[in-house]
């Protein structure tokens, strides 16, 4: 799915501090280069056919032809997010080594665990940064720095292991995540390659998490951006679009994997 960052017009690009939160993720890319600095925690990436299990100190580049989707994550995790217009990409990235950065989806891993000292160094700049976010000068010139040192340190880091996405794990998430009608078990493995018995077994071994509850996060994040669009859609509306088949079983599986009932969530959307 292409996600559209609503990035201001002044800016060159965004950083922020992510803290855990219980709303579903939805497999997405975007135009905008991005790293994340994992500085509490863990969690598992599913990134097309590979996974990473990344913990403190990871740096992990997400660049634009990439879908990715941080599908577990700790009770306690927390990350560091820089996303960087493309523009500002190929201005700042001009050293020999760095032109990778321009680059729409490059051959290789581009997960490395940073030492101790170096993520520290690096915490420090980009809490820096953030903090001037409301002066575009100040913050597009620190913005392009931590670009280049987040870069630097990742090329004097050590590789994480990541491990390989058996195909028909990879191609039943993609069935789920672009199904346009429901697709039932059966189906899905028969897309797949494998009987529904193994795929539900790999699945669960490979991603960390079941593949109905794969299924019911993508169906709520769509849900949400859905209901999010400004179209005056109803919820039951929104819900249907997204896949589920009623609203009771919309109303069990939202309140399941966002904590809160649909009625909470509106309410509080209401006041925002």
Known sequence: M??????????DGNLWHYQHHERANAMHHHAELEFNLVTQG????????????IRRGDLLWLFPAQEHVLIEQSADFEMWIGVA??????RTATDAGATVLWAANPPGEYCRRLSQPALAQLESLLTAV????????????GLGYALLAAWHH???????????????VEKAAR????????????EL??????????????FKQQTGIAMVDFRNRQRVEKFLALYRTGQRMTMLDAALAAGFGSYPQFHRV????TGNSPRSYRMKSSEA
Do not use: M
Request: aromatic share 8%; net charge positive.
């Open 254 to 257: 939202f309140k399941r994997v």
């Open 2 to 11: 292409r996600q559209h960052l609503k990035l201001p017009a002044a800016l």
């Open 85 to 90: 217009k493309p523009a500002t990409v190929r």
């Open 42 to 53: 863990r969690g598992l990436y599913l990134l097309a056919n590979r996974k990473y299990r």
């Open 175 to 186: 069935l789920i995540r672009n199904e346009s009608s429901p697709l039932g078990l059966d």
């Open 130 to 141: 953030a903090a001037a976010r409301e002066q575009p000068g100040f913050f597009n010139a």
């Open 189 to 202: 493995a028969t897309r797949s390659g494998l009987s529904a018995p193994r795929l539900s077994r790999l």
């Open 154 to 168: 990742f090329e004097h880091a050590a590789d994480v292991p990541v491990d390989d996405v058996h195909p028909a």
